[in-house]
């Protein structure tokens, strides 16, 4: 389902950017196991949240497309998390993980304002 609104456009290029800052950070990790592990699961979460909008273009149908824009929403409220782990245990400290956390919360803002909106269209 196409949807060529400027949010989506922004949303996609967003998320996109996002991703890109999300493997930068990774790739800039120290080469131990932890780090392994905790960043294989940022890069998961943070990489899948655009990958499911873009998904969700091809979409058949506008119910469709909502359950892709949710399967993003979760992915971002994932990679919040993994961003809080790796701040909280003092794994990376500094302004980038903060810039990260940021923008993961405005991410899911924008993905749950677009879900509710996209109901609230569904049922007209």
């Known amino acids: 389902m196409q949807n060529n609104t400027n949010k989506t456009k922004d949303i996609?290029?967003?998320?996109?950017?996002?991703?890109?800052?999300?493997?930068?950070?990774?790739?800039?990790?120290?080469?131990?196991k932890i780090y392994?592990?905790?960043?294989?699961?940022?890069l998961r979460s943070g990489t899948?949240?655009?990958?499911?909008?873009?998904?969700?273009?091809?979409?058949s149908s506008r119910k469709e497309f909502i359950n892709f824009v949710r399967i993003a929403f979760k992915s971002a409220k994932e990679t919040e998390y993994?961003?809080?782990?790796?701040k909280e245990s003092k794994l990376c400290i500094n302004s980038e993980i903060d810039y990260l956390i940021q923008e993961s919360i405005e991410i899911t803002k924008i993905l749950n304002s677009s879900i509710l909106t996209l109901k609230k269209n569904l049922t007209k």
């Open 12 to 32: 996609k290029q967003r998320t996109f950017e996002f991703s890109l800052k999300i493997i930068q950070f990774i790739s800039k990790l120290p080469n131990q």
């Open 36 to 42: 392994w592990s905790l960043g294989d699961q940022l």
């Open 82 to 86: 993994w961003l809080k782990l790796f």
């Open 48 to 59: 899948s949240i655009g990958a499911s909008v873009i998904e969700g273009q091809g979409s």
